[in-house]
């Protein structure tokens, strides 16, 4: 299957901070997402990517669709509580191939 | 409710035996999907369906693994003589249209084989 290679795995930060982490593939795809899952719930989709180089905003969070389409970027600015969860990135076509996340865990 | 919801939430097998996993999905989508999470290694796409067709995309040699509709917005997810390995968390999705819609999960639900 597709191998999505996310970094950091985790991240402990103080309030008020930014945050990046990424994503990379070994293959080129159309689309990236980025999702964000609190314990004992699924994957909420924060943003979505659909061209290369494009990026979007959705609040405090960017999302970047790197330019050789097989990247992607998301940075949390100004890091709140609520902020903590695992963070995904994904993408395909029919199915979707989820990174392995980046746990964030933010310190108040 | 109008998200998706999966039961149940827990569920603790004897290996060997087999469970099946409820998901219903948001009314009027179209495609319903089912993922198996572990932890540290991502989630990875078990079987979706369009509508009343099933299309199985399982990755699973054995051919354990299948998925049922009996109704538009309710998927079955079985798992025959269920193995230590299958321990995973098993997310439901579903899709108002095809497969490039933006997909809704439900919470999923949290599977142990003994």
């Known amino acids: 299957g597709q191998q999505l290679n996310q970094s950091p795995q985790s991240m402990f930060i103080q309030e008020g901070e930014d945050v990046s982490m990424n994503c990379t593939s070994s293959s080129i795809f159309n689309t990236w997402l980025w999702y964000k899952q609190d314990p004992g719930e699924g994957p909420v989709l924060l943003i979505a990517l659909y061209k290369a180089g494009e990026l979007t905003s959705n609040g405090r969070l960017t999302a970047q669709f790197g330019i050789t389409r097989k990247d992607s970027f998301l940075n949390i600015s100004a890091s709140i509580p609520s902020d903590v969860g695992i963070y995904f990135c994904a993408t395909g076509a029919n199915n979707l191939f989820f990174g392995t996340g980046t746990r964030l865990t933010v310190i108040p | 409710g109008a998200g998706v919801s999966q039961s149940p939430r827990y569920k603790v097998a004897k290996r060997g035996r087999d469970v099946a996993l409820r998901c219903d999905s948001i009314s009027g989508h179209v495609t319903l999907y089912w993922y198996r999470q572990t932890l540290g290694q991502g989630s990875e796409v078990l079987t979706y369906?369009?509508?009343?067709?099933?299309?199985?995309k399982s990755g699973r040699p054995s051919g354990r693994f299948s998925a049922e509709r009996p109704e538009r917005s309710v998927s079955t997810l079985k798992i025959q003589r269920t193995e230590q390995g299958d321990s995973a968390v098993y997310l439901c999705?579903?899709?108002?249209?095809?497969?490039?819609?933006?997909?809704?999960f439900g919470p999923g639900t949290r599977l142990t084989v003994l």
């Open positions: 369906s369009q509508s009343d067709a099933q299309r199985d």
């Open positions: 999705a579903s899709s108002l249209r095809g497969t490039t819609d933006t997909q809704y």
